[in-house]
């Protein structure tokens, strides 16, 4: 072909992009979350999308560890709860419900997690990468006794509860749209809904850059990436960098919508890591998207499990055995991830991908 | 001229080193109360010692990051509450000989069951993903969703009280120094452990075997011995070091709870990662450091406890990044 070169590759690709089907899925989806307050406005569905969104994203930039540099990080829950409590310490604790200080909330959460990724990452990339997983825990596990113990500082156990600024503060109101009231509620949704996104196509500019396929070659094999004149260190650094920072940010969006932090609520390893982990499983490592395909089948199916027990109470109240099954559901979650980390290593966007190629 | 000094004095000058620092806090703490915290920082070190050394050998043999290793300490723990309840006559009963048999039983049966808890998860689960470090991480992590899951349906998923053997509990009082009596269990126990590991690994022709496959796998493979049926005994030893930690842990700490595993398994990480991954002496001295630090700065300075140790571990990652041991050591 004459006309081989990468800019007409790039065009190619695009054109692609714009005539596939998975794209306006995309599109769809997220318009989907755009009518969510309109279409199902109830809390509890409201409260259901945050927390689909705001899990996706957080398992996306996990991912970027994880899937892109094969780094497994316990600790990704402590950058989310820290993120958390700067912004508590920052418009409640500390401080005072306006728009500086929520700007500065999550300028603050961004520097304090990239000093402590990077010093994290630089303790641990010069021995071998499983140290990681061992020395996050630990860092992990530490920030919460920190957070439990330092009561003066954090609150302790009972959190930080403080109101958000301005518009997005629970009392204001705008006036009705299309028969919903437009309260502050509403507004802070389609707040964390835009940030998000935002987030989310940062990263996936990140992993598509040349960086991006950078950290994907070490990933594969180290070696050969080092012999290739690649410095792994710096390029693991960034990447565990970005990755926190983006975890951090997003912890502010969560401590917006909650308006309240507690260590276990923010910072818990077996709470928020368990769900990151599981997520991260399902949905597809390396994927990105995957994320939110976990996040979804996850948090809905916590969200209504309780439904389903009271089901099979009603119609089986003899069965004590699924009483007791459905009563620790996290035992068959934990039963499907062994499964899937055996069988579908790729989870289930990787797996319709590699099915299409 | 000093680095020759530093060869030659090597081994002395880091064992002056040690004892001044296990001396400094002296400064601080009286020497009657030092003494007392000296021996219950040895008992919890040997205690975390048993949980370590199955982590630091499975690792060094196999190459496999054992999460699912808090899961079964807290097992063993389990498993000896239920023998305990089972024979509560002898648990109460005011005769060493009664109290002797029913904790030496309850040790036995938690370490038989959860060995074969260990060889399943070998067999099943652990083998599919050798060769592979985030696989392993990840699914030895499920195994430990799964295992404490199992813990609350067979258990129920509150606290429970565990007795201590009537003749266990208590002090003797030598000389103005208060000392338990189950601390000085406890360290004579993990010592007889230590003892008789070294002596399988340095005496036995297995332990040759051993030794020769954390330094290198496929050659003894390769002399005709297989490695697989090895892996799988060293994982249900290993696992059954857990379960006799957990024994020992759940009557020092008087109580036994689902989530138990994941603290110390956090203590097992911290210690091997000083000892050096792989080194059964390498994770006595780590969890010797652990424990005594541990107990003098609870004393000293009560809320900096819980992160003195991420704190010697992380200088002790910044001067000896492979811990203070070497791997099969």
New interface residues.
């Given amino acids: 072909m004459a006309e081989a070169t990468p800019a007409h590759f790039h065009m190619e690709e695009k054109r692609r992009q714009y005539r596939s089907g998975s794209f306006y899925l995309k599109l769809c989806v997220v318009a989907l979350f755009l009518l969510v307050p309109f279409l199902f406005p109830s809390f509890k569905t409201v409260d259901l999308a945050v927390q689909i969104i705001i899990f996706g994203a957080l398992v996306a930039s996990f991912d970027i560890l ?1 899937g892109y540099t ?1 780094i ?1 990080s316990f600790g990704h829950g402590m950058f989310f709860g820290m993120g958390a409590y700067c912004m508590a310490f920052l418009i409640g604790k500390y401080g005072m419900p306006s728009y500086t200080h929520l700007v500065m909330g999550f300028v603050v959460a961004a520097a304090a997690s990239a000093v402590l990724a990077l010093l994290i990452s630089f ?2 990339l ?2 071998k ?3 990681f ?3 996050t ?3 992990a ?2 920030a919460i ?2 957070a439990t ?2 009561s003066g500082l954090t609150g302790g156990e009972d959190g930080i509860s403080f109101s958000t600024p301005g518009i997005f503060s629970v009392s204001f109101s705008m006036g009705d749209f299309m028969g919903i009231e437009i309260t502050g509620r509403i507004i802070t949704y389609y707040f964390i809904l835009l940030s998000c996104l935002g987030l989310f196509l940062a990263m996936l500019r990140f992993t598509r850059s040349p960086l991006g396929r950078i950290l994907q070659a070490i990933r594969d094999n180290a070696q050969r990436a080092e012999a290739l004149g690649n410095k792994t260190f710096v390029y693991q650094s960034i990447s565990i960098t970005f990755g926190c920072v983006i975890a951090a940010l997003i912890g502010c969006l969560y401590a917006m919508w909650m308006a309240y932090v507690n260590p276990e609520s923010t910072l818990g ?2 709470t928020i890591m ?1 769900d990151v ?1 599981l997520m991260v ?1 399902i949905g597809g490592m390396g994927t990105l998207y995957g994320g939110f395909i976990g996040a979804a089948f996850l948090k809905i199916t916590q969200t209504f499990l309780p439904d389903l027990q009271h089901l099979a109470k009603d119609l089986f109240p003899q069965a004590l055995l699924l009483h ?1 099954i459905l009563e ?1 559901w ?2 068959l ?3 499907l ?2 499964l899937v ?2 069988f579908f ?1 790729k989870g289930v966007i990787g797996s319709i991908k590699g099915n299409k190629q | 001229m000093a680095e020759t000094l530093f060869k030659r004095w090597n081994r002395e000058l880091t064992m002056a080193g040690a004892g001044i620092l296990l001396l400094l806090p002296l400064l601080g703490i009286q020497p009657k109360t030092y003494l007392t915290l000296t021996i219950a920082g040895l008992a919890m070190g040997m205690l975390l010692f048993l949980v370590a050394s199955g982590v630091s050998i499975i690792f060094g043999l196999m190459d496999v990051l054992n999460f699912a290793h808090g899961a079964l300490f807290a097992w063993g723990a389990y498993v000896g509450f239920t023998v305990f309840q089972l024979l509560m006559k002898w648990v109460e009963a005011d005769s060493i000989l009664q109290n002797l048999a029913v904790f030496l039983m309850a040790m036995v049966a938690a370490m038989v069951t959860v060995a074969i808890l260990g060889i399943i998860l070998e067999r099943v689960v652990v083998r599919r993903v050798y060769g592979n470090h985030l696989f392993q991480i990840l699914i030895t992590f499920g195994a430990t969703i799964v295992l404490v899951e199992l813990i609350r349906v067979f258990w129920g998923p509150n606290d429970e009280v565990m007795t201590v053997p009537r003749t266990f509990s208590g002090n003797w009082d030598i000389m103005d120094v208060i000392v338990s009596k189950y601390r000085i269990i406890c360290i004579f126990m993990g010592s007889m452990v230590y003892g008789i590991i070294q002596l399988i690994l340095k005496k036995t022709k297995l332990g040759t075997i051993i030794r020769a496959g954390v330094e290198d796998r496929d050659m003894v493979q390769a002399m005709g011995h297989n490695i697989y049926l090895l892996f799988t005994g060293v994982f249900a030893v290993g696992a059954g070091l857990a379960a006799l930690g957990g024994v020992a842990m759940s009557v020092f700490s008087l109580q036994v709870y689902p989530d138990m595993g994941g603290t110390y398994l956090l203590f097992a990480f911290i210690v091997v990662i000083i000892g050096g991954l792989g080194s059964v002496t390498g994770s006595l001295v780590g969890a010797l450091i652990v424990g005594l630090s541990y107990n003098y700065v609870a004393y000293l300075v009560p809320w900096a406890a819980a992160g003195v140790n991420v704190l010697i571990m992380i200088i002790i990652l910044l001067i000896r990044p492979t811990g203070l041991f070497q791997a099969g050591k």
């Fill in positions: 994880l094969g497994l303790l641990t010069r021995v990468a499983i140290f997983a061992m020395i825990l630990a860092i596990e530490l006794v920190l113990k330092l390893v077996m368990l982990l499983i007791n620790r996290l035992l979650f934990g039963i991830f062994i980390v055996i290593p």
